[in-house]
């Protein structure tokens, strides 16, 4: 449930940047089809998940997760 939560998160940031999968892909610097993995939730490595969250701008939302 949260995987699939954060994948729809980063789909809807990507399209209202109206950035293809591949786009992001190549900025996140991860292959075209792990971020087709990410946006349904699909099992992924948390490294590809901080990578995409950065190319999104997101990564500052992070600290929030885990609070010091």
């Known amino acids: 449930v949260v995987l699939k939560e954060i994948g729809e998160r980063f ?9 293809t999968q591949a786009g992001l892909a190549e900025e996140a610097g991860i292959s075209p089809s792990t971020v087709t993995r990410i ?30």
Do not use: M
């Open 11 to 19: 789909a809807a940031r990507r399209i209202q940047r109206e950035q």
């Open 39 to 68: 946006e349904p939730g699909k099992s992924i490595d948390f490294a590809n998940v901080v990578r995409v969250a950065r190319a999104l701008g997101l990564l500052a939302n992070f600290d929030a997760l885990i609070p010091e």
